[in-house]
């Protein structure tokens, strides 16, 4: 399990990063979210040890990080680049080795996973010569080439058409089922919320949300559609209702508990035909979107 | 077994991390072998050492075949007097160059010697004149001909003169001879124009080298840099290691070719008429060798700290800049110093590169002088991969923008 405590990153008179806690379970994955700027990268580059903290520790299973554990820790920085001008095979083979392991397994596996990623007759091409979208498989096999116990991912996804989504994200479950805690920061909501087992929201520096997607939707306020054969001015006269907004026949609500919203719903059948009642479930951006106003 | 592992509870899937981790005991070794590897494949690399050696063995050829020619005149004469002047002459010759050859043509009178020495026929012609000899020539006379001439005019004179005088050239000659010492030269004779030439060499390998090398090093830190490549290495090894393994790959390639070129000229000059077998060369090479890698050493981990400064390729030009400009004064000013300033400034680390060899090669250094300078630029060498290791960690990850030396020397990690 990985553990941030506390992590801060002061540069100057700005907090890039500011107190952040939140943990990533084995076998669990975390969507990390947060507009530019918000302190993602900060966060990431200091779980990976390669900026110092101002202050505040990374944890791995209860201890702090050491050097050791993070060089077992898979890596996708938040820039792209391999050597440009160097093979594709070649250079995962010397990065996996850096990672301690041995350059024959090192290099079964790298063939194996180009195969999987329909780059097996580029072993040999240089980087440079290829798409940004398959120079970003290879960065994404570097990552999880060396074996790790744990994988930090700085936007996985970006610029991948979704063939190369649907694969990443099979591979990526590959490894939370080995019990390997993966976090990730994506702009792409909807794949986060598709995909991952928790979500932590950064805002400037700090956390402002964070637990699962049922969790973050759980807190977000009670709210029903209601639309009836009639006008709904009269909503607005029903004690312990609020309501959002107001057209014609349709009116957005917020009523107080799940009470007032079933005796709301008998009103309304009193009153005419009910065309529709539903409740309203947030989607991520929009819960996203709330906590970081 | 079975039963064995039912009771065996479920363990997590997940690989340990210190356990699992074999741990990569000298990562600067596979740091080194990339950056080898790297180069040795880099065609503009393989081409660029290659052209040296073609121009290298090139300009011993020409100069083998321009310098180093037998004489071989032919000269027309008048009659026998003059056969006898061109025999004579002959005979000095080739007693310093068993090739040369001079060749007397025979042509009746003074003015059929002209006329054929204007035509080409023969390269020079020798008269007979009231008072001695005449060279006549269509434009300078060749020095060196000039002058075995001249001794078999005067020898042949003076022993006729010797004769007529009733006593021979031997007595008349005695207690004339002058002969030269130099005392600064030592018993073994050492060549000063070819230590120089040899020094020059070396100097401009070292240059070249470092200036090369250094670039390269400079621009793999930016590579890696640029490429954010640096955040996966680092996190993976430390970062002094990847410096070390960058530095260290790059010393072994700059000393793998300096060696190469070295060996290939001296293979070069072994073949022409120069006699390189100076007393001082064995000694010079075998100092130059640890004075070339301490000096490309102790600049080594500044180009890398220079490459870390800037945050892409193109500001290169500028961050190297300073030791660009140190390494253009260092041999602009090695070659040039004299005398007492020149001895002091071949202890001062990497011009010590430069001008001790040249020193030790003429043969003019006490044993404990490379010594001393060795030890000079070795702990010149501690000091400066110290401060480079330092700004190179601290620049290294510092992504935005390009840094000034000045502010890389304050930042905090």
Known sequence: MLELHNLTRRYGDVLAADDVTFEVPAGRMVGFVGGNGAGKTTTMRMVMGVLAPTSGEVHWDGTPATRAVRARFGYMPEERGLYPKQPVLGQLVYLAQLHGMQAQPARRRAVELLDRFGLADRVDDKVEELSLGNQQRAQIIAAVLGDPVALILDEPFSGLDPTAVDQMSELLREHTSQGVPVLFSSHQLDLVDRLCDSIVVLHQGRVVAEGTSEALRADAPLRYRLTTTGDTGWVRGVAGVTVIDLEGPTVLVEPQDERVAQRLLTDAVARGGVREFSRIRPTLSEIYREVAA | MST???????????????????GLRHPWKLVASREIQVRLRDRNFLMSTALTLVILLALILLQGFLGGGSMSYRIGVEGGDGTRIVAMAEQAATAQDPAAELVSVELGDASAVEEATRSGDVDYGLIATADGWEVVDEGPTASDLELVLADAARTDAMTRNAAEAGTDLGSLMAGTSLSTRDLTAQDDGSDGFMAFVLGFVFAILFYMSSLMFGMQIASSAVEEKQSRLVEILSAAIPVRSLLLGKVLGSTALALGQMVLIVAVGLVGLAFTDYDVALPGLAEGIAWYIPFFVLGFLALACVWAAAGSLASRAEDLQSTTMPLTMLLVAVFIVGINLQGIWR?????????????????????????????????LVLGFCLLTIRLGARLYQRSLLHTSGSLTWRRAMTLQD
Do not use: C, H, N, Y
């Not at chain 2, 899937?13 to 074999?22: I, K, S, T």
């Open chain 2, 343 to 375: 001895t002091i400034a071949s202890f001062v680390p990497v011009m010590s590169t430069i001008l001790m060899p040249m020193r030790i090669l003429e043969g003019k250094v006490e044993w404990w002088e490379p010594v001393v300078a060795l030890l």
């Open chain 2, 4 to 22: 064995t592992r039912t009771l065996t509870p479920p363990t997590q899937a997940r690989p340990a991390a210190d356990a699992a981790a074999p």
